[in-house]
């Protein structure tokens, strides 16, 4: 059963860089067959993709509204990826979540989600 | 900017049919899109309960199906029940590894 774990500070000053990790156990975060991604929520209202990365290729794909703050990578030799979103500001308060996406057989969905963790950006 | 709609909520009765639509605010939803609906609720991360418009995840019951109904994607909850009362979500894939979520519907069961 594959399990995904956020970790990271709970709290970021504005205007500095929000760095959160996601532990990947039960498969391997270098398997040819899925993606790994990061989704947010701000408190109160819906879900919102930050981006995506497939380690086979090293592509990563952002949704472009964030595109120029953020940053996705990965390390294989920990299981682990993670996400770095820069110049913070209030409105990028939310639970973050890390995902695996699974293309295969044109299914195009998350299918495993980490449990979230909140980060709150204030001074 | 790709913006996917939903209806904001929906009430239904225990056992009672609700069908909820997933649109794009320019243009229409195909199995292009590759439709993926969640089940959320409050302090929870999404289940997944509908892939790929129509298939459903493992372990959903069979009252959840989806569809393609004109020119959106639907989720029909059918014979609804009380713990149905949550928030769903839906998510299109608009290509180049870019997937975008619906502004989600709040589903009451009373």
């Known amino acids: 059963q594959v399990q995904l774990q956020e970790s990271g500070p709970g709290l970021v000053k504005p205007s500095e860089t929000l760095s959160l990790t996601c532990t990947v156990s039960?498969?391997?975060?270098?398997?040819?067959?899925?993606?790994w991604g990061w989704i947010r929520q701000p408190p109160g209202k819906g879900l919102e993709w930050i981006g995506s990365?497939?380690?086979?290729?090293?592509?990563?794909y952002y949704n472009p509204s964030l595109k120029s703050r953020v940053t996705i990578s990965v390390d294989t030799s920990k299981n682990q990826f993670s996400l770095k979103l820069s110049s913070v500001t209030a409105i990028d308060t939310a639970v973050y979540l890390c995902?695996?996406?699974?293309?295969?057989?044109?299914?195009?969905?998350?299918?495993?989600w980490g449990q979230g963790t909140l980060v709150t950006v204030s001074s | 900017q790709t913006v996917v709609t939903q209806e904001p909520s929906f009430s239904v009765s225990p056992g009672g049919t609700v069908t909820l639509t997933c649109g794009l605010k320019?243009?229409?939803?195909?199995?292009?899109?590759?439709p993926t609906w969640y089940q959320q609720t409050p302090g929870q991360a999404p289940r997944t309960l509908i892939y790929?418009?129509?298939t459903r995840s493992s372990g959903v019951p069979d009252r959840f199906s989806g569809s393609i109904l004109g020119n959106q994607a639907a989720l029909t909850i059918t014979g609804a029940q009380a713990d149905d009362e949550s928030d769903y979500y839906c998510?299109?894939?608009?290509?180049?590894?870019?997937?975008?979520f619906g502004t989600g519907t709040k589903v009451t069961v009373l």
């Open positions: 995902a695996r996406w699974d293309p295969r057989g044109g299914s195009y969905y998350f299918d495993y």
């Open positions: 039960g498969g391997s975060i270098s398997s040819p067959s899925y993606y």
């Open positions: 990365l497939y380690y086979n290729s090293g592509s990563t």
């Open positions: 320019s243009g229409s939803v195909s199995t292009s899109h590759y």
């Open positions: 790929s418009t129509n």
């Open positions: 998510v299109l894939y608009v290509g180049s590894g870019i997937s975008v």
